[in-house]
């Protein structure tokens, strides 16, 4: 079968504005050029626009390239390229005719610079331009024509090349054509690069003495799906695109069959697995039997179980690297100041292991989403035991070269720093031109594969036109999207290089290993277009809110026994969760993470729920003024809670404080709360538990409360009364007798008594 082509991937070229206007503008008759530049073939894989943005100029031809036989010119190779594909009449309602193709190519790149810029955006092609080869003789609109083009490399003839030495070469397939009313000018073309190590019947680049070492990072990693894990068949996941991705031609499917290819063709020992261990659990629960969130039943059980079966064969006793749980954001984590999260981010060889048993992850080692980490990010790990890191070269300042580096800072022991070459993973991506990698992510139908010929070319100059010894880390995409034919191009070319002796392999496992200690000294870097891709601090902060909240549940929480469960298995799910809200998966997509925060937010609501209040059928009613009012309490969870009751006071009555409770597991318990009742009738009472630091648990119960009991204020404003009554009746029946008591007594016979002379006489 013919490989597939992603040298050349398919975009069309802007006519010339004004080209319909009047045949004396039209271009040159021999390929005259258009105001603007090719598409480079890292770009796209299939063409996926018809006009470039922010352009009103009418689009004519869509080129799409098949095959480019072949990829890399090696010693022994036939001296011709072969180029296939086909040719689009994309217009409305404008015949081309005269359309013909040839293949251009420029002078060759001999610096860094030079390579690094036909990566971001397509050099001069037209230092060599052969002769045009017919395609076809007109075309109407929506019709297609198939090209199949054979040009030899060396020689004088035609449609030669005219390659005599080696280098890498910038080549451009131009499509002429002439549109009605128009005259002849290119109407399509494409960029891309092609490295030539030997020249057919000439000479060659020697293998250095001392070869450079590749190390290719190989990604298995998604964006989170898994709602909640449980008893097989009952696991719930978002969606169901994870199906069609495990399964035959699926993203996921191709990277484990061309890693398969990598372990079957000698290159085990330079190739580690970096793999997500949300995405294992995932699959683990799918091959179990799963539902699909308001679809019923998964349709994906069988490709993931062949799928887990396949990667647990192929990875045994291999080198595999835990990325971040969920390849979590862990400079935003560390920015929220959320370093729980940050410890259980970096904790995913643990799940690696359980998943695939004969797998023993690289311990501390972690590769940061863009490979850059902030310093207190740094610390924060270190902290956590890390004792490696993988970085982009951006990621890392004061230390030229690709070389593993050490870090060194006053907060944090020396940490050794492997380097991403950018300028090889970069292609892989599509190229640094500010797409920021998009076109390497997977989509839902996953139609947006990437290029790898252009990274084949930056590889090549590594290894056979740069000085000898270097180190060549090799990172595609996160969540890389391509072809299974161009991934097993790239590790053709891999091979191929090793057996030349321009490459020597070198696993990630030996230079992390700690037996040697880089003697170069880095710098952190942080650069500040990373920073602008962060997951925003908005989410971050619903993140933190969300996990204080389920801590302090954590902390109310007491074992039962040895059979029951344990605190950690109730709550682990749920800090999953809320990890994965912060998954780098959701840069640029808020709403996203936002939907995926609330998987875990409705997960500690459901912990709370378990822990209530039962409300009584009827009115409680108390018989006197300090009858304690009777709570039910139940707990639904496997383990035992300390919870407070906390009852509103009331106008009419008051609560007394209890003290902290414990909730035996699955159970209920009736607890009396004692309240003061100041006066008679009928009240509502609104009670809550709580943890013992205040975080609500269930829903809030209304009792309502009768009482006919006299309150405490009333029996002593009574009594009080009753006393100063009986004071005032004692004090008048005193005075009336003492009244009484001082009357004057008058004799019977009175005539003897001689009455008094008034002293005025």
């Not at 404008?94 to 036909?118: C, F, N, S």
């Not at 090209?147 to 890498?168: M, Y």
């Not at 800072?409 to 892989?428: E, G, H, K, N, Q």
């Not at 538990?689 to 006299?710: I, N, Q």
Request: with cysteine.
């Amino acid at each position: 079968m013919k490989r597939l082509l992603s040298a050349l991937a398919a975009a069309g070229v802007l006519v010339m504005s004004g080209a319909l206007a009047a045949p004396a503008a039209a271009a040159p008759t021999d390929g005259g050029r258009l105001p603007v530049k090719p598409a480079p073939a890292t770009q796209v894989w299939a063409t996926r626009q018809l006009s470039q943005p922010g352009s009103s100029s009418p689009v004519w031809l869509r080129m799409e390239v098949d095959q480019l036989i072949p990829r890399v010119i090696t010693a022994g190779m036939p001296n011709s390229v072969r180029v296939t594909g086909k040719i689009t009449n994309v217009s409305v309602d404008r015949k081309i005719t005269e359309i013909d193709l040839r293949l251009e190519r420029g002078k060759p790149l001999t610096a860094e610079d030079e390579v690094r810029g036909a990566l971001r955006e397509p050099v001069p092609s037209e230092l060599i331009q052969p002769q045009f080869t017919p395609i076809s003789e007109s075309l109407d609109p929506g019709q297609t024509q198939a090209f199949d083009l054979t040009v030899p490399l060396t020689g004088d003839g035609p449609t030669s090349l005219q390659i005599a030495q080696p280098g890498i070469y910038p080549i451009l397939a131009n499509v002429n054509g002439k549109p009605d009313y128009g005259g002849r000018a290119r109407l399509a073309a494409l960029s891309t690069l092609l490295p030539v190590m030997s020249v057919p019947g000439g000479e060659g680049v020697s293998a250095p003495p001392n070869p450079a070492n590749i190390t290719v990072l190989w990604p298995l990693v998604d964006r989170p799906r898994l709602v909640s894990t449980a008893p097989a068949g009952e696991s719930v996941l978002t969606d169901d695109d994870l199906a069609g991705s495990l399964a035959l031609g699926g993203r996921l499917h191709s990277l484990l069959k061309a890693y398969e290819f990598a372990v079957t063709s000698g290159l085990a020992s330079s190739v580690c697995v970096a793999v997500d261990p949300d995405l294992l659990r995932t699959v683990e629960a799918m091959s179990e039997g799963y539902q699909v969130q308001g679809a019923g039943p998964g349709r994906g059980k069988n490709e993931a179980k062949l799928w887990l079966d396949q990667i647990r064969r192929l990875t045994a006793g291999r080198c595999v690297l835990a990325v971040p749980y969920a390849d979590a954001d862990l400079v935003a984590l560390a920015r929220a100041k959320l370093v729980d999260l940050e410890a259980l981010a970096v904790k995913g060889a643990s799940v690696v292991q359980q998943v695939l048993p004969s797998v023993q992850a690289l311990p501390g080692v972690v590769w940061p989403e863009d490979g850059v980490l902030d310093q207190q990010t740094l610390t924060d790990l270190t902290a956590q035991g890390v004792r490696a890191v993988v970085l982009d070269q951006s990621g890392v300042a004061n230390a030229p070269g690709t070389q593993p580096v050490r870090l060194e800072s006053a907060d944090t022991p020396p940490v050794t720093a492997v380097r991403i070459d950018s300028m090889v993973s970069d292609a892989l991506r599509g190229g640094t031109d500010g797409s920021g990698g998009l076109t390497g992510v997977s989509t839902p139908t996953e139609s947006k594969p990437v290029s790898v010929q252009n990274a084949l070319a930056a590889l090549a100059f590594r290894a056979g036109f740069q000085g000898a010894g270097q180190s060549v880390v090799i990172a595609p995409p996160r969540r890389w999207n391509a072809p299974v034919g161009e991934m097993q191009v790239f590790l053709e070319t891999v091979k191929t290089l090793v057996g030349g002796g321009f490459l020597a392999p070198v696993g990630l496992d030996a230079m992390v290993s700690g037996a040697s200690v880089p003697e170069t000294v880095g710098a952190l870097a942080y650069p500040v277009e990373a920073g602008g891709r962060e997951v925003p601090p908005a989410v971050t902060a619903a993140v933190g809110a969300s996990w204080t909240t389920l801590q302090a549940m954590f902390e109310s929480m007491v074992q039962e026994d040895s059979t029951s469960s344990k605190p950690a298995d109730l709550v682990d799910p749920v800090r999953l969760e809320l990890l994965r809200g912060v998954s780098s998966a959701w840069r640029g997509n808020e709403a996203a993470a936002r939907g995926s925060i609330a998987i875990g937010e409705d997960g500690i609501a459901q912990l709370q729920g378990q822990v209530t209040v039962v409300e009584p059928n009827s009115p409680i009613l108390l018989g006197s003024g300090d009858s304690p009012i009777p709570v039910t309490i139940k707990n639904r969870l496997d383990v035992r809670i300390s919870v407070l009751i906390v009852v509103d006071d009331k106008p009419g009555i008051k609560a007394n404080q209890l003290s902290q409770l414990i909730l035996p597991a699955r159970g209920d318990l009736l607890v009396r709360v004692p309240v003061e009742v100041l006066r008679s009738g009928r009240f509502s009472v609104n009670v809550q538990l709580t943890t013992p630091t205040g975080v609500a648990l269930g829903d809030s119960v209304r009792l309502e409360v009768s009482s006919s009991a006299y309150g405490t204020i009333t029996i002593v404003i009574t009594a009080t009364a009753a006393a100063a009554l009986v004071l005032l009746s004692a004090r008048r029946i005193y005075r009336r007798v003492r009244a009484s008591r001082a009357k004057v007594e008058v004799p019977e016979d009175a005539s003897s008594v001689t009455p008094e002379k008034s002293s005025a006489s």
